[in-house]
């Protein structure tokens, strides 16, 4: 039902900047919290942030605080994560993630997630 494409992934070197954009569709944006993982080669997949849906609350993992910045437009079903400062170990799949229950807590445990996207590919050079 809900469908999530991410996009804005690519080459950049150490310090540089990307935004990665995460477009939904099957429900409104403001009815889900959303978030935003990472998989790197051969390790696990790990949390990166999320914003709930009424966009009151955000929560970053510690080793991206003050670098990146998730956001989302409502009026554009799409989320956002501005990422500054990037450095060679933020090389990783990013994947959006959406959670249509609204579970309360923290958000950081990929298994609450109950959709996600396929994707996009951020590669930082050194």
């Known amino acids: 039902q809900v469908q999530l494409v991410e996009s804005g992934g690519g080459l950049v070197q150490a310090g540089g900047s990307l935004r990665l954009s995460c477009a939904v569709s099957g429900r409104t944006i403001s009815s889900l919290n959303m978030g935003w993982f990472r998989q790197a080669p051969g390790k696990e997949r790990e949390f990166v942030a999320r914003i709930t849906w009424s966009g009151g609350i955000i929560t970053y993992a510690e080793n991206v605080k003050g670098r990146f910045t998730v956001s989302k437009a409502n009026l554009k079903n799409t989320m956002y994560l501005q990422m500054d400062g990037l450095k060679s170990n933020d090389t990783a799949v990013y994947y959006c993630?959406?959670?249509?229950?609204?579970?309360?807590?923290?958000?950081?445990?990929?298994?609450?997630?109950?959709?996600w996207g396929q994707g996009t590919q951020v590669t930082v050079s050194s």
């Open positions: 993630a959406a959670d249509s229950a609204r579970t309360v807590g923290a958000g950081t445990q990929a298994s609450i997630y109950n959709y």
